[in-house]
């Protein structure tokens, strides 16, 4: 008997497929050059980025957030913008402003519209938390809608769109927490840890000489959108779907399935986007490590990224000295 021929478009993401898992190793290669371990965060970050995701990045200063983020931009050959946030920045700030234009010849005036940093593929909002909740809003609307209304006219962003948004955990005085409605649109809270001893002693080695990497372009922003394309384009199985939303509902109190800890814990759980972004996450990693279809590991090692921000604890967490990432570790141990 003839074998049926395998469609030309299931051929094609498997080229596809194929092409995005070299261009990944690619990508940590050149990364490497310049930033020192931190692998489980680039990988995260990859993930945010195919899957068309927005990151938080938490960490005490000098662990080279700033870097591995222009880093990022740079091996794939995307515009970049940085936003320092402070108390008096304003919403035109980010967005943009418009300014009158008179015409030299005519000496007509117009309203011209300029654009803000947000206009770029990759922004950074630097210590997000440090700016009022108004100008945090009009950073968070572009994440949500892609596009940005000023004077009644909107504008589109350029493709791909990617935030990232840094925090410092140590210094609280004088900031404006995100709340938990804005802190759902970020796909991963990531936290980023102190060096080993082997690898600090190597950054210092590296940025205390007159060595400066210049890593290469991987891929360029068409490239990046054919590949967010294609996450999308993945299957998956029902009871890998079905593993992914019981683990989230059993971050909720008032579910029956949820164990007794939550119930202790947890005073909200985390909502439906989590789910989504979980199975997006599986995808986007199943595809990296050369696999055309996610399983429940994957989704578990979504988990912690992206659940962390999306629970909120009660009194008895605290007083007990349980975290948050402390609850979704043992979720994800004692589901089955």
């Known amino acids: 008997m003839t074998p049926s021929p395998v469609p030309a478009s299931a051929s094609g993401d498997v080229a596809e497929a194929r092409r995005l898992t070299e261009a990944y190793d690619a990508l940590r290669a050149e990364i490497a050059k310049v930033i020192v371990g931190q692998e489980i965060v680039i990988e995260h970050l990859l993930i945010a980025l195919l899957s068309r995701g927005h990151c938080l990045l938490v960490g005490v200063p000098g662990l080279a957030k700033t870097l591995l983020i222009r880093t990022l931009a740079q091996v794939l050959d995307l515009k970049f913008s940085r936003i320092q946030f402070t108390p008096d920045l304003m919403p035109s700030d980010i967005t943009g402003t418009e300014i009158i234009e008179e015409h030299p010849g005519s000496g007509k005036k117009d309203f011209r519209f300029i654009r803000g940093p947000v206009f770029a593929n990759?922004?950074?909002?630097?210590?997000?938390?440090?700016?009022?909740?108004?100008t945090q809003a009009a950073l968070l609307e572009a994440m949500q809608e892609h596009r940005?209304?000023?004077?009644?006219?909107?504008?589109t962003l350029d493709e791909p769109f990617f935030?990232?948004?840094?925090?410092?955990?140590?210094?609280?005085?004088g900031t404006y927490p995100l709340p938990e409605?804005?802190?759902?649109?970020?796909m991963?809270?990531?936290?980023?840890e102190y060096p080993s001893a082997a690898e600090e002693v190597q950054i210092v080695k590296s940025t205390t000489s007159l060595h400066v990497p210049d890593p290469r372009h991987i891929l360029t922003g068409e490239q990046i959108a054919r590949f967010q394309d294609l996450v999308r384009r993945v299957p998956v199985a029902d009871n890998v779907l079905e593993y992914a939303v019981r683990l989230v509902g059993t971050t909720r109190p008032g579910s029956p399935g949820s164990p007794q800890f939550v119930k202790d814990w947890i005073r909200w759980g985390a909502g439906p986007r989590a789910s989504q972004y979980m199975i997006l996450g599986a995808k986007t990693?199943?595809?990296?490590?050369g696999r055309h279809t996610p399983d429940i590991d994957d989704v578990r090692s979504m988990a912690g990224p992206t659940l962390r921000h999306r629970i909120v604890t009660n009194f008895n967490a605290e007083a007990d000295g349980v975290s948050a990432i402390a609850i979704v570790d043992r979720l994800v141990r004692e589901l089955v």
Do not use: C, H, M, S
């Not at 409605?181 to 970020?186: G, P, S, V």
């Not at 990693?285 to 490590?289: E, N, P």
């Open 122 to 134: 990759i922004v950074l909002a630097d210590e997000i938390n440090r700016t009022p909740p108004k």
């Open 285 to 289: 990693r199943a595809l990296l490590t």
């Open 163 to 173: 935030v990232l948004a840094t925090q410092n955990p140590i210094e609280q005085e």
């Open 148 to 155: 940005v209304t000023a004077a009644g006219t909107t504008y």
């Open 181 to 186: 409605a804005q802190l759902d649109r970020f």
């Open 188 to 192: 991963f809270n990531l936290w980023l």
